[in-house]
Each structure stands twice: as C-alpha cells, then as structure tokens.
Nanobody, 118 residues
C-alpha cells in the first residue's frame, strides 16, 4: 500500500514537499512515479524515477520546478515542488510504474491534496 502525504494550501510561487511511504513492499525494487488528478480531469503523469534514483523524467508542465527523489533505505519517495502555480492544484498520487516512465499499475493508494491559490 502506498500513501502520499505533505499536501496543503500554498500561495502561487510557494513550495511543498510531498512524501510517499510504502507498507508491505520494498520501494527500492521498483521504478516509481507521481501522478495528479484535477477536478473533472483524468489522472496525469507528473514525474518518474527509476529504482536506483539515477534516472528521472518529468512532464513538460513541471520540468524545472519539481524534483523527484527517493531514499530507498527509508522506503520513501519524494516530490519537491517549487514555483507552484494555480494549475498545479490537484490530488497527487504516488505509484509503482509498470512501464517506464508513464505507465503505472492501477493501485493508487491514498493521495494528498495540493491547492495553490493565486
């Protein structure tokens, strides 16, 4: 089971750091990703990181503002979000990737709400 946390309400231009914790599995065995879903829209890819942390990928909309990282020893993954924009408002989910970099298994777990005010 995956659980995302760290969301909240922030003003445009602000920062948040999301965390993803896993129970019952070792995250270091998997490529991982962050996805987000806005009201009335489908779930979109945000960022991906390979099992070792050596390779990352980002959507065009967040590249240069967000940074994905992982700490396998802690069984954790993170998403540092800087320069937040109102359009970043969404529920953010972490997921195990089935195919690199944007295809996730459908077990989404609990997401975390990020709200960016203008």
């Amino acid at each position: 089971q995956l659980q995302a946390s760290g969301g909240g309400l922030v003003q445009a231009g602000g920062s948040l750091r999301l965390s993803c914790a896993a129970s019952g599995r070792t995250l270091g065995d998997y490529n991982m990703g962050w996805f987000r879903q806005s009201p009335g829209k489908g779930r979109d890819f945000v960022a991906a990181i390979n099992w070792s942390g050596a390779t990352t990928d980002y959507s065009d909309s967040v590249r240069g503002r967000f940074t994905i990282s992982r700490a396998n020893a802690k069984n954790m993954m993170y998403l540092q979000m800087n320069g937040l924009k109102p359009e970043d408002t969404a529920i953010y989910y972490c997921a195990v990737l089935r195919n690199w970099p944007r295809d996730a298994f459908g077990s989404w777990g609990q997401g975390t709400q990020v709200t960016v005010s203008s």
